[in-house]
């Protein structure tokens, strides 16, 4: 049996509110507001993230990771790789990326439940992630968010069995970008979701029932992708689901439109508070669609989550619209006083992509130090060449001592530069990220985040900051 094992979700820290839009521009917001994706994240960090939160839920061996997006920031790349390296996944892992189009992450997680049901692989982690940015004072300026979602999928001891599903293709200009494009456009908006997303995805969902002879009343909760609440609702009275007690909020008054995670966020929120025995209906459009059937086993009780989808949403921190149009590039700033942009050579990103993309350090076998980053020469005993590798990216933290740096080079001033003493011994020197300096203090705990830290020359380079640890 081939189903879902784990779930992890990510939602940006940072909001912008529609009215803050409208401000901007001197229009209407309409009310509500949409996560934003900080200066220092993208698709890749964001999709890490939640597979991290998928790995804490089920400590098992992960032999595949897909990665579904539409906002990949190379265009030529193979983003899971840096994702796998990133999580020290083992070589032999398969890698792949789901891309181009909102259907992305149903084909990776349809290619995934075929693998594991066939026997190539046992779990293969399917992470979504989007971060796309609408056209200043366009409709999806207001309505685009950002986040990640990712399911493990797996055959032993899953909470969910994913029995079957139905797709469908169409071909229409519905939302698309071009090679040169950095804007989303779309079609007359009538059109495409009365003929596209409304008729395609209702096609999928009522040939999944019709297949497994099912009803709408044989669904305890119903997934369904959509551009908007409105257009949400609209398809489910269509397809006879009662839209209070059986749709799955889309989030997108407190979110937006997260674009390729939005169904998995949903799906993860709804498997939060299923029961065994439930049916789950996933339903996921762009260019055709496809509808899945899922069922709650017994395992689903064992689950404990970091933290619920309700509480990510409600962790925020305000931000002003010239802020998030900083961010995003839609403005120019001017340039930091000290240093310059410095291209990255290739060979010394190859040879440490260990200790950076993964945070490996060393612990002396002499006295039992850990140390980062990796040297040959112990800082405490003096021993030479007597280490192992120690990760650091899994360990938690306590703020030793930190310093504001109001001259730094970084989008988001003042930067936060500390020293971070790690449980279990080691101390690290790196940035601390989403926070506000007036909250940070010495003996701040604080955990590690994969995040981007500069971009030269084409390449993305990523690493590991420190943010403070949620409230339980």
Known sequence: ???????GVHVPIFRLSREEIARAWGGRGGGGEKAIAGYDEDAVTMAVDAAIECRRQADRPVDGLYFASTSSPYREKLV???MATALDLPRECRTADYTDSLRAPAAAISAAVDAVKSGSSRNIIVAASDRRTGAARSKFEMELGDGAAALMIGSEDVIASIDGSYTIYNEMFDVWRTEGDAYLRSGEERLIVSEGYQKTLQ????GLMKKFKLAPA???RVVLAAPDARAQAALAKALGFDAKTQLVDSLYAVIGNTGVPAPIIMLASALETAKPGDRILLGVYGEGAEAFLLTVTEKIKQVK????????????IPISYEKYATWRGLISTEAAKLGGEVNPSLAVLWRDRRAVLALYGVKCLACGTPQYPPTRICAVCQSKDKFEDYLFADKRGQVFTFAVDYLAITENPPGINAFIDFDGGGRMLCEITDCDPGIVRVGMPVEMTFRRFSTSVGIMDYSWKARPVPPA
């Open 218 to 220: 044989d669904f305890a």
């Open 80 to 82: 899971a790789t840096v």
């Open 305 to 316: 989550h970091s933290a619920a989808v309700k509480d990510l949403v409600a962790r925020k």
């Open 203 to 206: 096609e999928a969902v009522a």
């Open 1 to 7: 049996m081939a189903g879902i094992v784990a779930t």
